[in-house]
């Protein structure tokens, strides 16, 4: 699993993004995702997860009715929606992968993923 988080950028509030996490190894559309943010001075914290299936989908509390996240396996990419965008959203958002989880867990700590990516940096302006 080789992953390449992309789509971040610099948005007003209110503004929407779309983050992609794609897996160069193609092993993605099998594997249990996660994103996560890490602000500056601030521990890493969960946003959203969502099995290997697409089924199951879990949110923070903070982004629960504004953020989606979605997959397609076929492409071996997870996607992020992010609407309504506040000033605390600004952060580095990083996607993780993590294989050989049942195809309805979804895994919403650092903890339970072994792959992750660059980080990509959503900068929302007040």
């Known amino acids: 699993v080789q992953l390449q988080a992309s789509g971040g950028g610099l948005v007003s509030a209110g503004g929407s993004l779309r983050l992609s996490c794609a897996d160069s190894?193609?092993?993605?559309?099998?594997?249990?995702v996660g994103w996560f943010r890490q602000a500056p001075g601030k521990e890493r914290e969960f946003v959203a997860a969502i099995s290997w299936s697409g089924r199951r989908t879990s949110y923070a509390d903070s982004v629960k009715g504004r953020f989606t996240i979605s997959r397609d396996n076929d492409n071996d990419t997870a996607y992020l929606q992010m609407n309504s965008l506040k000033p605390e959203d600004t952060a580095v958002y990083y996607c993780?992968?993590?294989?050989?989880?049942?195809?309805?867990?979804?895994?919403?700590?650092?903890?339970?993923?072994?792959?992750w990516g660059q980080g990509t940096l959503v900068t929302v302006s007040s």
């Open positions: 993780a992968a993590q294989l050989g989880v049942s195809f309805t867990i979804v895994v919403n700590t650092p903890t339970g993923y072994n792959y």
């Open positions: 190894g193609h092993r993605l559309n099998s594997a249990a």
